[in-house]
């Protein structure tokens, strides 16, 4: 060391410092950094697999009820005078009879005191109107069953089968003292023994305190952005709401955006419109006996207001009603298997999205893998290494990265307008599908080719096989593991493609179950975005089913794919 | 003769005594811009050995490659002068290339079974070629292969388990057994034994021993040793050249070249 | 018939071979190594002589048939129906649905008229195809077992077909492409120069205009709405929905890459990666539905809790759920290029002292940037290509606004608005969907083309 000459450059070198204060806090907040930056792959990571789960189980919660449905058990007698007075019994006049009186006649006996056109149509139209297809067909099956009581189910309409799987929606609570009503129909008064409903008044009057806070703040908000309309509307609005919320014993009316309370007494409900501390005025939903003093009665709430729900008070209480007496059943929704689209969103299912979509798969498969392979085979075994090979190379690398849409653009222009093929066919779905997986498959393809060993194709020769015996005998064997994988793989990406099917229309409505490749049809993905765009929640509920099914199928494809990726594919 | 078929006529070139079997001449070989083989000329005697010797890319597989025409595979690679089997030229374009293959068998360095099973590797190649119309007479042929490999006591129990599973020196058999079953006249060897153990090597130059009673064998090997226990004739590559061709006796104790006298005493290589 | 004729076609073709076989081998005359080439290959090679004429003939002769069919059928039909798009359209159905017996109700003369020349012209031509069918099997047939000697050399004009057959079908990927440029810029031709047509743009309209409202063209009758196609409005749109979306992927991708390629254990790597895959392979349109109902509402009402006014279909919710699209595509080729870096690299920060984290900020990356620049591109091309996510859950009307929280639309949505549907091969609007295509083509082709010539370079200067 002392050798080193204390002169020259080495002696304006500063001596490397890693003991003072000033180099372990520098080493320190090095450290930090470093923690830091892994900090951050880490919240990367975890914020993708967040935003998987919250998709998955979003997804899964809203589209799990769809697999169950609600119908009415009812018991149902069709008499021959409904068919056809005359006595004809064939599968015709049976699919031809109007059942309407029969199930209004069999409804009206498990609900009491419906009177009236309007509350006979109110009660029917708590069903489907396809409620009586599993009845007539099994009429059409057995005829001898007309005429005799069956126990049978009918299905209920979509709003019904809602309000059923929406839990929590009605609450009930014994109410405190006797209860009286002053009738048993039409708008009565409930007087109470002492002030039952004092709380429930309460909860209304903090509601409107509550929103005309909600107002205030919009009045100034308004106020600020210079609406000097829509600030004063607001301010209005929420000097009424406190006021009402000030009177402290005042009556309050109670209007469809506030939740519905009803009485329950005697077996009957009546729909609170009026509300004091010990006294209510309202209608009679489902009628009572006689009007006596009730010790045993509840007060009973639809917690979601009227305004916010597409069914009434008094198809809830219908309903209840049919629940309370054991009339509802759930069961599984094979209608959603069976069945094609509908208009009705309780009748419509997924059977023919999935024919059609078996249908464009068995014409991309039968398409792409072929020529997938072929091409592969010759661009990596046959072709001369030149420019056009080099080109050939570059187009099919670039058409994996082609917007799907353009694909769609390619069919509508080549296959619709040019070739003239039928529109929203699978056979016109099938071929932009095949063209759009094509690369992947050939470069896949490829990719086994080439990963099988030159020396088993030297093999062939050897013996006095041809290039091509030698290729189609041993390699292409050889290949199919991975020619297999990348097909699977492909054919998911087919499986849930959408936008350029959209193109050549294969979005139109379709109810009947495609029977060709050249029949209309949809596919599921289409199906899915068909139903995400209707505005029923039924609807959006069985957009959710569809995709769960169709996550089931792709996760189905691709397990099937590192299977065979696992078992079968050989390293050399 | 409109559609030339080698045929099993006797040699006619007049260049060489009539025992011989592979008749070159001028061949030169470029693989793209590097001219790997120049001007050899050669004569293989009929049913006897012929070993290839030489340092590491002397051009001596390259040739063995050129007289079943293996090269043909390598796109860069482009082949000149003249190779005659049989007194017939295999470069004349009427030659089907692949029925020439059918009569000039190769083994390979490395043994590369299909992975199929025993009896689909030897059957293949008497089913491409139609020497066999029943399942009986494959059945025949392919013992026969295997006999004649002296692999049949081995394996006649599990015929039908996959050729990969045999040990290296028995794949390397069951890959002469494939080439023997389609009855080629002449045999390649590319380095048979350079991926063996001395056992299995042994048995190997046990077997080449049996087989020129029937077959012309050509073989390439690394080992000096090798080409003067199992040879009749040697032939010395260096640099793309062949140096001296002649009896083996006479190439390892009298050679006539300096090069060859260097590399059989161990100088280079 | 389809069926008739393809069942005939298989064994005919069937048959071809058996025959072709069984006459090699009568010529060979049980000696079978004297014929040069095995009877199958005499077999093969007579089934396909038998086969691609008949595939040959039927694949481009049906379409000619319908179309001679149904021009057939319009040549009875008075030219003011014909001439008119949307009349036509009628007229093909019910003129179809009558001649399938599908027509509800009593059919007008005309269409009477018109499905019966469609029928007669069908039938006829199909007749013909089928005939023709049948003649070239006979002729390729006959060519072939007219053939069948010891010396013919049926493997190798065997393969020679193979061969033929292997070269088109690398075409087809080739010719996919050209069809696509064919069409796309034949219709923006069209778009732009077309003088038949009623309200084409000039070009600079179209690159500089700023109002999109192509649906006026329909609506030529009420008057004051003016057609418009500007095209910067759909350009603003998408490049905003873009760039959240690049927001969002960008550093997600590219951290979760780089902690999965440097830092995580196998047991992470485990995890995390099919966690990516499954992201990855979630289509689209399940994407879209999740934009659409879930996310845009969160957004909605998150904005409106700060004060804020926010589009139900606002572009902040398509960009961030388009993000997580892209998040597995840019973190599996960013992981795949920091992998590619060489060890000796970061031996040689190791050895100076540098941490980790410095390791690879200031060699890894650098070393791995135009992999990492490219893979940023080929995502962006994705953004810009993607449609089922904005098509659900982004805006319809285009609007020139840079605030994601307004509602914007993008290149593909008008794509799609445009196109499906009814619409008409000679209309401004239908053709201006091309011009979109032409535009989204082309920007796409343009990212992919550098992007994977950056990554082929890069690849070789590490191999």
């Known amino acids: ?572 | 003769m409109s559609d030339a078929v080698i045929t099993q006529e006797p040699a006619r070139s007049a260049a060489v005594q009539s025992r011989a079997k592979v008749v070159a001449r001028d061949v030169n070989v470029h693989y793209g811009d590097k001219h790997a083989l120049q001007q050899v000329a050669i004569d293989v005697p009929e049913k006897a050995v012929t070993a290839f010797i030489g340092p590491s890319g002397c051009g001596k597989s390259t040739f063995l490659r050129c007289i079943n025409r293996m090269n043909d595979t390598i796109p860069i690679c482009r082949v000149t002068g003249h190779i005659e089997v049989d007194g017939r030229d295999i470069y004349d374009p009427e030659i089907d290339v692949v029925q020439l293959r059918a009569r000039v068998g190769m083994v390979f360095q490395k043994p590369n079974p299909f992975p199929k099973s025993i009896y689909e590797n030897v059957a293949y190649g008497p089913r491409l070629h139609g020497l066999a119309s029943t399942k009986a007479e494959l059945d025949a042929v392919v013992e026969d292969a295997l006999r004649r490999a002296s692999l049949w006591n081995e394996v006649n129990d599990r015929l039908d388990q996959p050729g990969t599973g045999l040990s290296g020196g028995q794949q390397q058999r069951l890959c002469i057994a494939r080439a023997i079953a389609v009855n080629p006249e002449i045999i390649l060897m590319d380095e048979p034994c350079s991926a063996l153990d001395p056992i299995a090597t042994a048995r190997i130059e046990e077997l080449i021993d049996e087989l020129i009673e029937n077959f012309t064998i050509i073989i390439v090997t690394h080992s000096m040793q090798q080409a003067a226990r199992v040879s009749q004739r040697t032939a010395f590559f260096h640099m793309g050249r062949l140096v001296e061709e002649g009896p083996t006796e006479q190439i390892f104790s009298n050679p006539k070249d300096r090069r060859t006298q260097d590399y059989i005493t161990g100088r280079f290589g | 018939m389809t069926l008739l004729y393809f069942l005939i076609m298989a064994l005919l073709t069937a048959g071809a071979f058996v025959a072709a076989r069984r006459r090699a081998v009568a010529v060979a005359g049980g000696h079978q190594a004297a014929l040069h080439s095995r009877p199958n290959h005499h077999g093969y090679l007579a089934a396909f002589a038998v086969l691609l004429p008949m595939l040959a003939i039927f694949s481009f002769g049906m379409p000619f048939v319908e179309r001679a069919a149904k021009s057939a059928a319009f040549a009875t039909m008075p030219a003011e129906i014909t001439a008119d798009v949307l009349k036509r359209a009628v007229a093909t159905r019910d003129i179809e649905n009558f001649a399938t017996g599908k027509f509800a109700g009593e059919a007008p003369r005309a269409v009477k008229e018109a499905a019966a020349a469609l029928t007669s012209t069908r039938e006829n031509g199909r007749a013909t195809v089928f005939g023709l069918g049948l003649l070239t099997a006979a002729a390729g047939f006959l060519l072939v077992r007219g053939r069948i000697t010891l010396a013919f050399r049926a493997r190798n004009r065997f393969e020679a077909v193979v061969r033929i057959i292997l070269i088109a079908c690398a075409a087809i990927a080739v010719l996919t492409t050209i069809g696509i440029v064919f069409s796309v810029l034949f219709e923006t031709f069209r778009f732009f120069f077309d003088p038949s047509l009623k309200g084409r743009p000039t070009v600079s309209e179209f690159l500089f205009g700023t109002e999109w409202n192509p649906q006026a063209a329909m609506r030529a009758d009420q008057g004051d709405i003016r057609t418009a196609f500007g095209f910067l409005p759909l350009l603003t749109g998408t490049l905003l929905i873009t760039l959240i979306a690049m927001l969002v992927a960008g550093p997600l991708g590219l951290f979760s890459a780089i902690y999965l390629a440097e830092y995580a254990g196998p047991r992470v790597r485990g995890a995390a990666k099919p966690v990516l895959e499954i992201l990855a392979g979630i289509p689209t349109v399940v994407l879209g539905f999740f934009a659409a109902l879930t996310v845009a509402p969160l957004v909605r009402a998150a904005g409106e809790r700060m004060g804020l006014d926010v589009a139900s279909e606002s572009a902040l919710a398509a960009g961030l759920v388009m993000g997580m699209m892209i998040i597995p595509f840019i973190s599996s080729l960013a992981d795949d290029v920091i992998n590619a870096v060489p060890q000796s690299l970061r031996d040689g920060a190791y050895a100076l002292g540098s941490t980790k984290s410095e390791t690879i900020r200031r060699v890894v990356l650098p070393a791995a940037l135009p992999g990492i620049v490219s893979a940023f591109m080929l995502a962006v091309s994705r953004a810009v290509g993607e449609t089922m996510i904005v098509v659900m859950a982004a805006g319809l009307a285009a609007k020139l606004s840079f605030n994601p929280l307004d509602a914007v639309t993008t290149i593909t949505v008008q794509i799609k608005t445009i196109l499906v549907g009814d619409q008409e091969f000679d209309s401004a609007k239908t053709l201006a969907a091309f011009a979109l295509g032409f535009v989204l083509f082309f920007v796409t082709l343009v990212l992919n083309v550098i992007a994977l010539q950056i990554v082929r370079r890069y690849r070789e200067q590490y191999d």
């Not at chain 1, 009186?101 to 029917?124: F, H, N, W």
């Not at chain 1, 014409?363 to 085979?377: D, Q, R, S, W």
Request: charged share 20%; aromatic share 6%.
């Open chain 1, 1 to 572: 060391m002392t050798d080193i000459p204390a002169s020259g450059p080495a002696a304006l070198r500063p001596a490397l410092d890693v003991t003072s204060d000033a180099a372990k806090l520098r080493i320190r907040a090095r450290y930090r950094s470093e923690r830091r930056f892994r900090a951050l792959g880490i919240v990367a990571l975890s914020l993708t697999t967040l935003f998987l789960a919250f998709l998955l189980v979003d997804v899964i919660r809203k589209g799990l009820p769809v697999f169950t449905a609600h119908s009415l058990v009812l018991d149902v007698t069709v008499p021959q005078d409904a068919i056809d007075p005359s006595g004809r019994r064939d599968a015709a006049a049976i699919r031809g009879a109007d059942l309407y009186p029969v199930t209004r006649d069999a409804m009206k006996a498990a609900v009491p005191g419906v009177q009236g056109r309007s509350a006979e149509r109110t009660l029917t139209r708590l069903l489907s109107v396809g409620a009586t297809a599993d009845l007539v067909e099994r009429l059409v099956a057995e005829p001898q069953l007309i005429g005799t009581p069956l126990r049978t189910r009918l299905l209920l309409s979509d709003d019904a089968d809602m309000f059923f799987k929406a839990k929590h929606e009605v609450t009930s609570a014994p109410g405190r003292g006797v209860a009286t009503p002053d009738g048993v129909s039409g708008t009565v008064t409930v007087t109470l023994s002492e002030p039952g409903f004092a709380a429930r008044l309460a909860a209304v009057k903090a509601a409107h305190a509550a929103s005309a806070q909600v107002l205030r703040l919009e009045a100034e908000r308004s106020a600020r952005q210079g609406a000097v309309e829509r600030a004063k509307d607001a301010a209005t609005k929420a000097d009424a709401l406190a006021a009402k919320a000030a009177a402290k014993d005042a009556a309050e009316t109670l209007d469809d955006t506030l939740p519905s309370l009803l009485v329950a007494l005697g077996g009957g409900l009546v729909k609170i419109e009026t509300l004091e501390a010990s006294r209510a005025t309202g209608v009679v939903l489902l009628p009572f006996a006689e009007a006596k003093a009730y010790a045993d009665w509840r007060i009973v709430a639809f917690e979601r207001p009227a305004s916010e729900r597409k069914i009434t008070d008094q198809e809830i209480a219908y309903l209840e009603h049919l629940r309370a007496t054991g009339k509802v059943e759930a069961h599984f929704n094979t209608r959603f298997f069976t069945s094609g689209d509908s208009r009705e969103p309780e009748l419509a299912g997924i059977r023919g999205a999935l024919v059609g979509t078996a249908w464009t798969m068995l014409v991309t498969l039968l398409l792409c893998v072929p020529i997938g392979v072929l091409a592969a085979i010759h661009l990596e075994e046959f072709a001369p290494k030149n420019r056009i090979t080099d080109l050939i190379e570059v187009n099919i690398n670039n058409l994996a990265a082609v917007p799907s849409i353009v694909f769609g653009l390619l069919g509508l222009a080549i296959f619709l307008n040019f070739f003239d093929l039928p529109r929203s066919a699978p056979l016109v779905g099938g071929l932009v599908l095949a063209l759009l997986v094509l690369p992947t498959i050939i470069i896949a393809s490829r990719a086994a080719i080439k990963s099988v060993p030159p020396s088993i194709k030297e093999a062939a020769l050897g013996v006095g096989a041809s290039q091509q015996q030698a290729v189609f005998h041993h390699v292409l064997p050889a290949a199919v593991p991975g020619i297999m994988t990348g097909t699977i793989i492909g054919m998911a990406h087919a499986l849930g493609e959408t936008a350029p099917l959209l193109l050549i229309g294969m979005v139109a409505f379709i109810v009947d179950v495609p029977q060709a490749i050249t029949d209309a049809s949809t596919v599921l993905p289409v199906q899915i975005y068909l139903w995400s765009d209707l505005p029923e929640p039924a609807f959006q509920q069985k957009t959710a089913g569809a995709i769960i099914l169709m996550l089931v199928f792709l996760f189905v494809m691709n397990a099937a794919a590192i299977v065979i990726r696992r078992r079968f594919e050989r390293r050399w």
